[in-house]
């Protein structure tokens, strides 16, 4: 398994990166061919096992049938392998779509020829030798060295401390731009290793949504920040993807046309999501900026393991089911959680059951009291509250006391502060709670 924030969790993974040049290309090329011939025998191995045997083969069963051949031999055994575990997680990932009703999913394809596929070297696929990365090849192949700038392995941290860490995972990237190879980037991936966090201190909940995320502090505060730019420009990508999707499908696969669409189709998604990924670090940075400045030790999300997100909201049609999942909260907590992480505070995800039909101030249970347009309405006490900042305060009270029903709030509220995205300066800037 790759080392990852799923494998590590209290680990400080960071990944940096060094362009190296085009100089480099005829080295890593044969290397980065036979990674793509093992990808297109795995493609080709698994269709005609699910052809005949009506099912999908087993990572073991691909590993050990590649074995013996000639692209196999070019790479490092460990990085061999992990192109059938990416393929692998692939289909996975497709089967997962399919069941979930995602019928215009394609199972991951076959690649051009040519294509440079990215090489992963593992822990036991490379040496250390000073300043420089010995990247090996399989036995009897003279491994590739590559010098580093001097601080390859130091990252520094928000609070200006510097910390030295240890490459755990290394791979080299090709940057294509219009079918052109623009350059070879070296991804390193350092283990810094557990870091200081604060064991004392506030503790703050968050409640993901589409429009709005909310958060309550055990210190009173409350803040709504809009994301309606983000959830436009998400639902915009999606709108994007269909119409290539409809165009294409009218048009000869491979042929001319077909393939000018999806150089198209790609070269404008790329330009969607750079905004879009910008977007979701400003978020969660500004997440981990409070957080750091207020003190918190704990930082609260929900657990999307827990339940449905269709079903917490009550809407279950498939349209609602859509416009819920468009939004990447996985990915929002993975920067959100290496981001606290490196300013002291921990993540911990919690169960979100009744936080959103549950009044946060006297603890009475009603889910029609969440009213249309996102308030809360309290039939028991009268508060009146944007629903997001009830869900955000009961999932605070649900980690403080277990439980956030039958129980009244231990703390009165300040007033709520309001951020929302502004185009000029891009960032997320506080607002007058009038705006939203
Ligand atoms: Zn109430």
Redesign the pocket.
């Known amino acids: 398994m790759a080392w990852s924030d799923k494998s590590h969790p209290h680990r400080l993974l960071l990944t940096k990166q060094f362009p190296l040049g085009l100089e480099v290309l005829p080295v890593f090329q044969p290397v980065m061919r036979a990674a793509n011939r093992i990808w297109n025998s795995c493609v080709w191995h698994s269709r005609e096992t699910f052809r005949q045997e009506n099912r999908w083969p087993t990572e073991a069963e691909l590993k050990a049938k590649f074995k013996s051949f000639a692209a196999w031999k070019e790479l490092h055994s460990q990085s061999a392998q992990a192109v059938v575990e990416e393929y692998f997680e692939a289909v996975s990932a497709y089967r997962k779509h399919r069941e979930n009703g995602h019928l215009e999913m394609n199972s991951p394809g076959f690649k051009p020829k040519n294509h440079l596929r990215t090489v992963t070297w593992k822990r036991q696929g490379f040496d250390v030798d000073g300043s420089a990365l010995v990247l090996k090849l399989s036995r009897g192949k003279e491994p590739v060295k590559v010098a580093l700038p001097e601080g390859w392995n130091v990252v520094v941290l928000p609070d200006g401390t510097e910390v030295k860490g240890v490459p755990v995972e290394v791979k080299v990237k090709a940057v294509v731009r219009r079918r052109e190879v623009e350059n070879l980037v070296l991804h390193v991936t350092l283990d810094l290793g557990v870091v200081p966090v604060n064991q004392v201190g506030a503790v703050s909940a968050y409640d993901y949504n589409s429009a709005t995320f909310a958060r309550a502090v055990s210190s009173g505060r409350l803040d709504l920040f809009v994301c309606r730019e983000l959830l436009s420009l998400v639902q915009y990508r999606n709108k994007t993807i269909a119409g290539f999707q409809e165009k294409m499908s009218r048009l000869k696969e491979g042929s001319r046309r077909w393939r000018r669409c999806l150089s198209a189709k790609i070269r404008k998604l790329k330009k969607l999501d750079r905004r879009i990924r910008q977007m979701e670090h400003s978020l969660t940075k500004l997440f981990a900026e409070l957080d750091g400045a207020e003190g918190v030790a704990f930082a609260v999300v929900g657990d999307l393991t827990d339940l449905r997100r269709s079903a917490r909201t009550g809407m279950k049609s498939r349209k609602a089911t859509q416009k819920i999942n468009q939004m990447a909260y996985d990915r929002l907590r993975q920067e959100q959680r290496y981001k606290n992480l490196v300013r002291g505070v921990q993540t911990d995800p919690w169960t979100e059951r009744n936080t959103s039909s549950t009044?946060c101030?006297?603890?009475?249970r009603n889910p029609a009291w969440r009213r249309h347009r996102g308030l809360w309405v309290?039939g028991?006490?009268?508060?009146v509250l944007q629903a997001d900042l009830n869900g955000a305060a009961n999932l605070l009270k649900q980690y403080l006391f277990g439980a956030c029903r039958n129980r009244a709030l231990s703390f009165t509220f300040r007033e709520v502060r309001v951020w929302r995205w502004d185009g000029k300066l891009n960032r997320f800037v506080q607002v007058s709670p009038r705006a939203a």
């Open positions: 009044c101030l006297c603890g009475a309290c028991e006490c009268g508060l």
